[in-house]
T-cell receptor, first 113, second 112 residues
Framework: DGGITQSPKYLFRKEGQNVTLSCEQN?????MYWYRQDPGQGLRLIYY???????QKGDIAEGYSVSREKKESFPLTVTSAQKNPTAFYLC????????????FGDGTRLSIL | DQQVKQNSPSLSVQEGRISILNCDYT??????FLWYKKYPAEGPTFLIS?????DKNEDGRFTVFLNKSAKHLSLHIVPSQPGDSAVYFC???????????FGKGTKLSVKP
């Protein structure tokens, strides 16, 4: 069954700690994306990657880092530099070609203790 | 500045009636639009899309209309069902690398 798996579903972090959110897809999609959703807000793009070993900053990349060592994996690290990390984080992927919809995982909710 | 706007944060509709969700955009270069449905604590699910070469796309109970001159699109759900209750996001393909730009969403409640 193809899809996008995000883990864990809920994550708690102490202030000053870095934390990594996992995103794995078995859809053979080339492009992967990380979004952040806050209450009453749309999805805002953090980072995206079109191919392995390459990624680009989105609109709100400060305080985050990513890697893309494998096609199926695109982990997101929320660093201690991110001033307001409490949010719902969504990973997405899309196939190559014009007008392909992005498919999303079920998200990770990050909370600061 | 918001490039994709959903001006109604919420909408309540009776079961069996039509739901109309609206979306406005500011950039005339956008050429592909999508609607996503989202339940709490889950990822958005792709519903339906439309390219700028069309003005209507239909899929079962869901129809999306595009008015390019007004930079406006709408999602019609007919008939509405209680299971349609969710947050609906409008998105435009706008970034140079195929990025989606999302509106803030409209929460639809369909009452039995």
């Amino acid at each position: 069954d193809g899809g996008i798996t995000q883990s864990p579903k809920y994550l708690f972090r102490k202030e000053g700690q870095n934390v990594t959110l996992s995103c794995e897809q078995n859809l053979n999609h080339d492009a992967m994306y990380w979004y952040r959703q806050d209450p009453g807000q749309g999805l805002r793009l953090i980072y995206y990657s079109q191919i392995v070993n390459d990624f680009q900053k989105g609109d709100i990349a400060e305080g985050y880092s990513v890697s893309r060592e494998k096609k199926e994996s695109f982990p997101l690290t929320v660093t201690s530099a991110q001033k307001n990390p409490t949010a719902f984080y969504l990973c997405a992927s899309t196939a190559q070609g014009a007008w392909q919809p992005q498919h999303f995982g079920d998200g990770t909710r990050l909370s600061i203790l | 500045d918001q490039q994709v706007k959903q001006n109604s944060p919420s909408l309540s509709v009776q079961e069996g009636r039509i739901s109309i969700l609206n979306c406005d955009y500011t950039n005339s270069m956008f050429d592909y639009f999508l609607w996503y449905k989202k339940y709490p604590a889950e990822g958005p699910t792709f519903l339906i899309s439309i390219s700028s070469i069309k003005d209507k796309n239909e899929d079962g109970r869901f129809t999306v209309f595009l008015n390019k001159s007004a930079k406006h699109l709408s999602l019609h759900i007919v008939p509405s069902q209680p299971g349609d209750s969710a947050v609906y996001f409008c998105a435009a393909l706008g970034g140079s690398q195929g990025n989606l730009i999302f509106g803030k969403g409209t929460k639809l409640s369909v009452k039995p």
